[in-house]
């Protein structure tokens, strides 16, 4: 896995059309069943493929890579390339299972849109006792911030350091809270979807915007939490 990751990190991920020999050239002698499919499956086969368009790669890529933990210099390789390629990128790290938090925050930070950790999450990844240690930590790299805290709503930071609570959307009617996060961030997506905010405009939202995006996560999050079966009810609407 190591030396895939080399490989790909040598790359020049910002070409339309990949010609892949890094496999070869490194491991060809070594495992040349490896190579074959790094360089001519991988890339020649899989990544040029005209049918998928290389925006649509590069998220499938992001994505593949985040869900199976790999967060080494390759993702920020991966998460250029995305940028560069028009993707607006979202960021919830997640609960890191073995607890080791080994995403190098001050790397990958600078090349996400929107970061939307919840507090424990981003106490842990920048080893703070105290959400407000996490925040200073963190300020330097970000673009905006979305910090999601339970019922007490959420905590806006943007890029200057201005900070701002926004309130919460609260339910009576929770059936099933665990997938609530992922919610909220489905929610702000689509709040953004339906308010055609570009990637170019989210830099210059101001604070009643931020609030109409947030106002449409948690109301989308609380409808899914209403589900034993965490689906959004069809009937909702903002």
């Not at 970000?142 to 919460?168: E, R, Y």
Request: proline content about 3%.
């Amino acid at each position: 896995l190591n030396n895939n990751l080399n490989i790909l990190e040598r790359l020049n991920f910002m070409s339309k059309k990949i010609v892949q020999t890094a496999g070869r050239n490194q491991l060809g002698e070594f495992a040349p069943e490896f190579a074959h499919f790094n360089d001519d499956v991988l890339f020649g086969e899989n990544w040029n493929n005209g049918d998928i368009d290389l925006k649509t790669r590069c998220i499938i890529t992001v994505v593949a890579l985040m869900s199976s933990g790999i967060t080494d210099s390759s993702l920020t390789y991966h998460l250029q390339n995305a940028k560069a390629n028009g993707v607006t990128v979202s960021l919830d790290t997640q609960w890191d299972p073995a607890e080791k938090w080994e995403l190098d925050y001050t790397e990958v930070l600078p090349l996400i849109d929107l970061f939307l950790p919840n507090e424990k999450e981003l106490m842990c990844l920048t080893g703070s006792k105290t959400i407000e240690e996490g925040i200073n930590k963190i300020t330097p790299y970000i673009n905006n911030a979305v910090i999601k805290c339970g019922n007490q709503g959420s905590l806006l930071i943007k890029k200057d350091g201005t900070m701002s609570l926004l309130k919460p959307y609260l339910n009576t009617n929770v059936v099933d809270a665990i997938g609530a996060g992922d919610s909220f961030n489905a929610g702000f997506v689509y709040g953004m979807l339906k308010e055609g905010i570009l990637k170019e405009q989210v830099k210059g939202l101001g604070l009643e915007d931020w609030g109409r995006l947030t106002a449409v996560a948690s109301k989308f999050s609380s409808s899914v939490c209403q589900s034993p079966f965490n689906y959004v009810d069809e009937d909702f609407e903002v």
